[in-house]
């Protein structure tokens, strides 16, 4: 049974930086594209980030680029979003997608997900 879990998020002000973490197990980490996705209250949840199984293919959606960078250690098991220049804007729940494929596509929704953590950006 795969199971994808998040960690990491938590309440900083405008400005500050959070990193969070993603790993999933029931799977061979390394075949699959992965991407972080984030939902405000009351909205659709988006694609932001996403990375190819070998990390050398990255995408982002225009609201965090230049802010936030997608990584994974493939080693660990490990998926990440390092998030710089927090704006308010960003408060949503953020979740971790697993595709199933090598690739990944930030405007599709990916075959696993996790249960999210809450990101909240105080002014």
């Known amino acids: 049974q795969v199971q994808v879990v998040e960690s990491g998020g938590g309440s900083v002000q405008a400005g500050g930086s959070l990193r969070l973490s993603c790993t999933a197990s029931?799977?061979?980490?390394?075949?699959?594209?992965m991407g972080w996705f984030r939902q405000e209250a009351g909205k659709q949840r988006e694609g932001i980030a996403c990375?190819?199984?070998?990390?050398?293919?990255?995408y982002y959606a225009d609201s965090v680029k230049g802010r936030f960078t997608v990584s994974r250690d493939n080693d660990k098991n490990m998926m990440y979003l390092q998030m710089n220049s927090l704006k308010p804007s960003d408060t949503a729940k953020y979740y971790c997608?697993?595709?199933?494929?090598?690739?990944?596509?930030?405007?599709?929704?990916?075959?696993?997900w996790g249960r999210g953590t809450q990101v909240t950006v105080s002014s």
């Open positions: 029931g799977l061979t980490f390394n075949d699959y594209g």
């Open positions: 997608g697993v595709y199933p494929t090598l690739v990944c596509r930030i405007y599709e929704d990916p075959k696993h």
């Open positions: 990375i190819s199984w070998s990390g050398g293919t990255t």
